[in-house]
């Protein structure tokens, strides 16, 4: 079975109100709690009933936004998928570098990327940037390629059984795009930068401190029409480890 791509919002309140009138009537529906909603699949209709928290309730349009542009984006168009890419990627010689180091963060990246490659419009794009918790941004591409499993409701009644809604493959390409697109970035800087490259991890490149390696890199991303920040001083980065590091106040932008 595929997963539904089309969907209402409603009020969290209002989960009830349906969980209700399914009581008593014959057939299947499908119950999912989501980090940031609830859903419920009946008749070929899916429900989404977001977080009472304001931040996720006033974000849950970005869903439905992106949805739509990507449907529209593939309608004329065979999408062929790019080469895979490592989402972390190291230079095994300066595993050990204790040496001064610098890193560029690339900001909203696949967002931005999204926007760039025409899967998602300038509205949604610029709306979307409004959103206080970027993961929900995220979250909205992630969703155009994510399985989701789901508990069967029958004849009105929870049930102890679970169902896997596959996703789109087409739009699974897309994101998956989005994603390598990103990390070519990566790994084209980190051959520029050749043996002063440290690692990058998704949308952050490490490396030795040299000023024309920041000038290369920068003017690089700017080539691109990425939005980056430079950051002061970040802690070395560990394999497979969250990163700590703190940031330059200045913002350099290019739009």
Request: glycine share 4%; hydrophobic share 35%; net charge positive.
């Amino acid at each position: 079975m595929s997963n539904q791509n089309g969907f209402t919002i409603l009020r969290n309140e209002q989960k009830n109100v349906v969980l209700d009138r399914l009581k008593g009537k014959k057939g299947i529906a499908y119950y999912r709690q989501g980090s940031f909603s609830e859903e419920i699949i009946w008749q070929n209709r899916k429900f989404i009933f977001p977080s009472k928290k304001k931040k996720v309730t006033s974000g849950m349009w970005v869903f439905r936004s992106v949805m739509s542009d990507v449907r529209e984006f593939i309608a004329d168009k065979r999408i062929k998928a790019l080469d895979r890419l490592p989402v972390n990627f190291w230079n095994q010689k300066l595993l050990d570098y204790n040496g001064k180091i610098t890193a560029t963060d690339v900001n909203h990246a696949y967002w931005r990327i999204a926007y760039m490659q025409g899967a998602i419009s300038e509205k949604t794009y610029t709306k979307g940037l409004l959103i206080k918790d970027k993961a929900i941004r995220l979250a909205a591409l992630a969703n155009l390629a994510s399985s989701k499993e789901y508990q069967v409701i029958k004849d009105g009644k929870m049930t102890g059984k679970t169902i896997v809604l596959k996703y789109d493959p087409i739009l699974q390409k897309v994101y998956n795009n989005i994603r390598y697109t990103c990390y070519n970035y990566m790994m084209t800087m980190a051959n520029m930068l050749a043996e002063d490259f440290i690692c990058y991890k998704t949308d952050c490149i490490y490396y030795v401190d040299k000023p024309e390696n920041r000038k290369m890199v920068q003017e690089y991303l700017d080539i691109f029409g990425l939005q980056w920040k430079q950051l002061v001083e970040p802690s070395k980065p560990e394999k497979d480890q969250p990163i700590n590091y703190n940031h330059e106040k200045r913002i350099k932008t290019k739009v």
